[in-house]
């Protein structure tokens, strides 16, 4: 065994996104890809000696091969302590709780979420802080800056750690304990939620099915959902793990988990459905013929959150991120609490989190959670359905119904052009940027611009400031567009359009969302001239 030094030099474009950098598989395991990106996480954190760290991953083609060479270089560069789940997985918010629980200085986990794995297809590296969440923009960019500079990194050369059983061990005179990676995190829900009165719920006969999407969930469903709370044998499915998701797209939403959507719609329905994604930060809700917008899934966890014990008390204040509807405002102004806006990106909740601004927060993409962790929690977001459900014995149909009833509704939809031509989307914007004086009063269908900007956001925490983070045109009836480009994709540039409407009259509440949105989805084609910049028809993904 010997601590070795390896002489590289910077590659182009390691510049972490909305969440860590993303890239082929095939690029990470380029030589010193992946060794140029963790060297420069640890100059960027000021070096790993004696700092304990947190490691696993979502289990994707080469989360394996990673995890060896991190720990290699972790001991090498003189860490005290690395944290590891069994076979090098952990879920995001598993990852996030043992940051905290563990009090580490930080944690690696090894994701590209809901993008597709395999050899062909993505992996991701994140760092997260000591508070068990994404790194701040303040930490990526000097992350960046390391990538651009990097001469050289240390690396032990020594055979494969075994990571297959629980235990500790010890890497050149670094410690390596190999955790359950489930173990801690259904402890953590057992506080959180009163899993009694759920146990009852599924005693009743009450059904469900839970998609893991051969992702990272599986083992943690299966020990919640079946052997904790009694739901049927069989209803966690694509529970077991794989490398390549079983060629799937582990992404929680009405194209790639289609079969269930297609489970809830017909008379097999069971009275409860969910999906969680590749790393499980991701949630989908569905009810027997009902499909949940992650926006309105949010809102009513917000109005419903005192059912949970832990939330017993009432929330200090909600976040959401700016594209996500304002379903969320609603609940926050009838319960008197601060709603914040942030910009697209978990990493922008973490000081509202840690200053107890916000209880809860979310994002229009699927994602929800609260202060128990720093990082969305898909499989947190179903017990807090569940919890609502068992409580208010009401189905998932009629809680909604009844929401939209007091609230009013923010029917919403998003539309994706993936795969689109970096150049053309630039174009796009920018074009779109240069109309913003110009947009307010203007009318297209009926709505009349009341409001066009570009968003920027002044975290009220630390004052940092982020900018360029989505056009929005605002109408004067509560509807909105917002345009953004993606930061998680690989290939090509994805753009993300976000069309919201709101209606508070009774005989408008049970609309087709479609319907709803029709002149929104035109007005957005007018505005921003897609078809004609992107040559394309129509998005390629609708959620
Ligand atoms: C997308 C979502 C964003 C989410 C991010 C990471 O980012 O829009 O809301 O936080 O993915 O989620 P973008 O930049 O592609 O729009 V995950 O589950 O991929 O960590
Ligand atoms: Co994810």
Redesign the pocket.
Known sequence: MERITIKTTPIDGQKP????LRAKTRTYMAPHYLENFVASIWTAIGGVEGKTLVLGGDGRYFNDRAAQVILRMAAASGAAKVIVGQNAILS?PAASNLIRQRKADGGIIL?????PGGIDDDFGV?FNAANGGPAPEKITDAIFAATKEIESYHIIETQDIDLSSTGMTELAGMQIEIVDPVADYVAMMEEIFDFKSLHDLFKTGFTMRFDAMHAVTGPYAKAIFEDRLGAQTGSVINATPLPDFGKGHPDPNPIWAKPLVDLVMSSDAPDFAAAS???G??NMILGRGIYVTPSDSLAVIAANAHLAPAYAEGLSGVAR?M?TSSALDRVAEALGIDCYETP???KFFGNLLDAGRATLCG?????TGSDHVRE?DGVWAVLMWLTILAKTRKSVADILADHWKTYGRNYYSRHDYEGVDKDDAIDLMDGLRRQLPNLAGHSFYGHTVAKADEFSYLDPVDGSEAEGQGIRVMFDDGARIVF??????TVGA?L?VYLESYTHREDQLAWEPGRALSNIVAAADDIAGIKQRTGRNGPDVTT
């Open positions: 996104g909305t969440s860590g995001t994701s590209a979420s809901h993008n994140k994604d590749g790393d930060d991701r991120s594209p697209t990106g978990w994002e229009e993409s699927a994602g969305k953004r480009l993606s930061g998680t994709g994805t993300r």
